[in-house]
């Protein structure tokens, strides 16, 4: 049907906006917008379309202006102040975020998706009591909400209650997180395994994967014939692994191995009925040793005695990495301290900002690594310094001091108060005052590295 001649109306312009955003013509669509916006400055879904445009494009600024100008129409529209929590939140500006949560609960006090919105909000604000509430409330409407009993299980093992965060844990299943299991092998349920043998699965990231390793022994002991699947990037840095009586490193070949059940490598906490971290010691792993010349070679680059390992990423592909990673250059400060030469450990995209960086000797690149390598070049440093990541698993296990830095929402490993760590007894952290701002936590790491240099009479 043809459109009848005659002046183009705001709705027109913004059915124009959306089929050349459709289209990906991202410029078209904003100059339509904005055409639409000028005859109809209070069009909710012309600045929505406006966000979607920028956000596409990483304009993440330019996003928030359009959201904050959509959230502030009357009569306020949920879907605009939905999309506005969010977008606080991918920002790292919990706070925020709350104030919205908030404002949206008044306008619909009984919508279940606004309870979780406000509970997510609540917790990454630091209110986990009133968080893990909520998420109490939405899992006792609904058993199998595995989004809220997810959430639920942070909090509380981030406050150290395993009773009820080991269970809570479990549900992630339900969420589709699962390793790949083995379609004939049935799932280990906690009974006696004794004289069982039961394939272990891996789960996570290999930082998870190296922490979780430490309930292998413990499985063992409990009478299985433990079988582990292992990564192959993680191979040769757990050769030394104890627990483990069958290594399986290719899946095609698990028929083979007779396996009675399977498990998932971080569900043995659960199972094992884990409550006291200091009786499940770090696992043992392997430092390269035919790594030594060149690690001698970088170490023989030292242009100062205090030798200092840095890392400021973690996997980039990781959806919380963008508040636990700094930037190279909230590190720089530390290449001020004479005393302190900096070895980069970093690794995957992130490593770029080192390149491009022109430093030259002022951090000596260790760049392509092995994580048995890498193992091989933490022992050998005096401190590591470093936001969260896999790396910091290996040189808690090692046993180098490693200091690391975090953010307000930690992984909840490093749960959410304190300065040392459960599980890796030379762990030390630093701990974020505001989202995304390094500053503090850096000049508190300067500090303490000149306190490290007077003990060794350095300074």
């Excluded at 005695?305 to 980039?316: A, D, E, F, T």
Aim: with cysteine; proline share 7%.
């Amino acid at each position: 049907m043809t459109r009848a001649p005659g002046p183009l109306t705001a709705d027109d312009l913004y059915e124009m906006a959306l089929r050349s955003f459709g289209r990906e013509q991202c410029a078209t669509a904003i100059a339509y917008a904005d055409a639409c916006l000028k005859l109809a400055p209070g069009h909710v879904d012309a600045w929505l379309l406006q966000a979607e445009v920028h956000l596409l494009e990483e304009r993440d600024t330019a996003a928030l202006a359009c959201l904050t100008r959509a959230a502030a129409i009357t009569p306020p529209s949920i879907v605009a102040l939905h999309r506005l929590a969010a977008h606080y939140l991918r920002l790292g500006r919990p706070e925020n975020a709350l104030a919205v949560a908030e404002q949206l609960k008044n306008l619909q006090p009984n919508d279940p998706e606004i309870d979780y919105v406000l509970a997510i909000a609540r917790s990454r604000s630091g209110r986990h009591g009133e968080a893990f509430n909520i998420f109490q409330r939405r899992l006792r409407d609904d058993p199998d909400d595995a989004g809220s009993a997810i959430e639920a299980s942070w909090l509380a093992l981030g406050q150290r209650d395993y009773r009820r965060g080991w269970p809570l844990w479990e549900h992630r299943f339900g969420a589709g997180i699962t390793p790949a299991a083995v379609h004939h092998l049935p799932f280990w349920d906690g009974s006696p395994p004794t004289e069982r043998k039961i394939l272990v699965l891996p789960e996570g990231g290999h930082g998870d994967i190296i922490w979780a390793t430490r309930f292998l022994p413990g499985l063992k002991a409990a009478g299985a014939s433990v079988h582990f699947l292992c990564p192959p990037a993680l191979s040769h840095l757990l050769q030394n692994l104890q627990g483990v009586d069958i290594w399986v490193e290719n899946a095609e070949e698990l028929p083979g191995y007779g396996c009675e059940y399977q498990i998932s490598l971080l569900s043995l906490p659960y199972l094992l009925g884990v409550d006291d971290p200091s009786r499940y010691p770090p696992p043992r792993l392997k430092c390269d040793p035919a790594f030594a010349e060149r690690r001698d070679a970088l170490l023989a680059r030292a242009r100062a005695p205090l030798r200092v390992g840095i890392l400021w990423s973690g996997n980039v592909d990781y959806g919380g990495n963008a508040d636990r990673a700094a930037q190279l250059s909230d590190f720089l400060p530390l290449a001020e301290l004479p005393f302190v030469q900096l070895y980069s450990l970093q690794k995957g995209p992130p490593h770029r900002q080192l390149i491009e960086g022109g430093l030259g000797d002022l951090v000596i690149d260790c760049d392509d690594f092995d994580f048995a390598e890498t193992a091989a070049m933490i022992q050998s440093l005096d401190v590591i310094v470093m936001t969260d990541s896999a790396v910091g698993h290996i040189a808690g296990a090692i046993g180098t001091p490693v200091w690391l830095l975090l953010d307000t929402f930690p992984h909840w490993y490093h749960c959410f108060e304190g300065d040392r760590s459960d599980w890796y007894p030379g762990m030390r952290f630093f701990r974020q005052q505001h989202p995304r701002d390094w500053s503090n936590v850096v000049r508190n790491v300067g500090e303490a590295l000149k306190g490290v240099a007077e003990s060794r009479g350095i300074l």
